[in-house]
Nanobody, 114 residues
């Protein structure tokens, strides 16, 4: 089993920044792909960014503003978000797959006020 715990969400004004963190426990994830998804009220959960042994990947709308990175010492993945926009408002979820099973964190709320 893998447990994922997100932190770092909050309320920020348009143009501001936040850094989300996702700490994993139960397994050392090493080079496992680790991803961030988000879900806004009334909308489907959507991919935001992933990092694996080949590199990092982003949805188009966050490219150039968000940066995903991993901290192998802390067995964690971070998402640095800059120049935030109201449309970034959502609950952000950390995700990884281990032994073909998807694991999710409980989510952290990000609210961008205009």
């Amino acid at each position: 089993q893998v447990q994922l715990v997100e932190s770092g969400g909050g309320l920020v004004q348009v143009g501001g920044s936040l850094k989300l963190s996702c700490a994993a426990s139960g397994r050392t994830l090493g080079t496992n792909a680790m991803c961030w998804f988000r879900q806004a009220p009334g909308k489907d959960r959507e991919f935001v960014a992933c990092i694996n042994s080949s590199g990092s990947y982003y949805r188009d709308s966050v490219k150039g503003r968000f940066t995903i990175s991993r901290d192998n010492v802390k067995n964690a993945v971070n998402l640095e978000m800059n120049n935030l926009k109201p449309e970034d408002t959502a609950t952000y979820y950390c995700n990884t797959k281990y032994n073909s099973v998807n694991f999710w964190g409980q989510g952290t709320q990000v609210t961008v006020s205009s």
